[in-house]
């Protein structure tokens, strides 16, 4: 908002009203009636829990907040936004893109987390076509040697998932035919037999499940000394960051706010579940049989994953050199 200067008349009044605030008890920042806009791009994910329930339990509200939300087709097409500062915040997922533009000096950094996969919550995971299983053809990833294994895009932490699941049993990320297709189409592929597996997120896992046309065959989480995944992350613009730090600050309270009620209460509480399915248009019943994503509660994304997959994605050809994992991240707003 617009401030305008003041004449020399209401100087004295203005020092009053100065001291007046500065012997007032503290207040959230919304008592004031103050509020800032957010310009927030989003994807409709499950695990954005922490974002709804801040949303809807009025977390931003008292950080002084108002979310401008734009809903995205993929994480990829709200890079652009990022950095040309039309967006301020935005949900999105590691990948060779994001971890390359970064490197090429693209104003956005990683400041928290947003979905891991971990034991007991690995949301993303690798399904295989129904029959195939039922029919003892695929037992092992070794088995889908060859097959087709559909990724919603190339370069992304699908591809970091099915590379170690392939390393483990000592393939490699080429021993697959590959193809990118988002989810809906994912499932329209394994019911016309296009494709043999896939790696999806929820609620994908369970929809497949529920269409009888796949099954959700491993998780990260199952990898032996895999360890945790990062898999959804939260984006700050440069410009949002360096021009509104106490609004990105306030952002971050609320958001935390948001995933440690996630924690407390879990996906299957009805107030969860009504949220999620407000938001997202998954039915409820379906939400209760995903696998739940893990929300740090503190915020505080895996660093070392990160590394990890960086790491990964130049080892096999997605990126032409590493960049240092200290340039993607920024956590100053968990301190």
């Known amino acids: 908002m617009e401030r305008r200067g003041r004449s020399g008349k209401g100087l004295g009044r203005s020092l009053g009203l100065v001291l007046l605030l500065a012997s007032a008890p503290w207040r959230p920042v919304a008592a004031w ?24 339990k009025g977390f931003f509200k008292e950080q002084g907040i108002r979310n401008d939300i734009t809903t995205f087709a993929s994480a990829g097409k709200m890079l652009p936004a990022l950095t040309a500062g039309e967006l301020d915040v935005s949900v999105g997922a590691p990948g060779a893109g994001l971890f390359n533009a970064i490197a090429q000096g693209a104003p956005y950094r990683v400041v928290a987390d947003k979905g891991q996969a971990r034991a007991g919550t690995g949301y993303t995971m690798l399904t295989v076509r129904k029959e195939l299983v ?3 053809q695929v037992k092992s990833v070794r088995d889908l040697k060859g097959k087709k294994v559909s990724f919603f895009a190339k370069g992304i932490t699908h591809d970091y998932v099915m590379g170690k699941m392939a390393e483990e049993v000592g393939l490699g990320i080429k021993d697959f035919d590959t193809l990118a297709l988002a989810a809906p189409s994912q499932l329209t ?3 016309t037999k296009a494709i043999d597996a896939a790696i999806t997120t929820e609620p994908w896992g369970a929809r497949f499940e529920e269409r009888k046309v796949a099954v959700r065959f491993r998780t990260p989480d199952q990898v032996k000394g895999l360890g945790p995944v990062q898999v959804g992350v939260v984006i700050y613009a440069g410009r949002f960051a360096a021009e509104r730090h106490a609004a990105a600050q306030r952002w971050m309270n609320a958001y935390r706010k ?9 996906i299957r509480d009805p107030e969860v579940l009504a949220i999620l399915e407000k938001y997202t248009k ?8 995903v696998i739940p994503a893990f929300l740090a509660p503190d915020g505080r994304p895996s660093v070392e994953n990160l590394a990890d997959q960086i790491r990964w994605f130049v080892a096999n050809g997605y990126m032409p050199e590493a960049v240092g994992v200290d340039r993607v991240v920024d956590l100053q707003y968990l301190k």
């Open 134 to 136: 039922d029919s003892g």
């Open 33 to 56: 009636g103050q509020e800032e806009v957010v310009r927030l791009g989003d994807l409709l994910a499950l695990s954005n829990a922490g974002i709804y329930l801040a949303i809807e």
């Open 282 to 289: 998954v039915p409820a019943a379906t939400i209760k049989a």
């Open 258 to 266: 948001g995933a440690e009620y996630y924690n407390t209460r879990g």
């Open 189 to 191: 592929a394994f019911e």
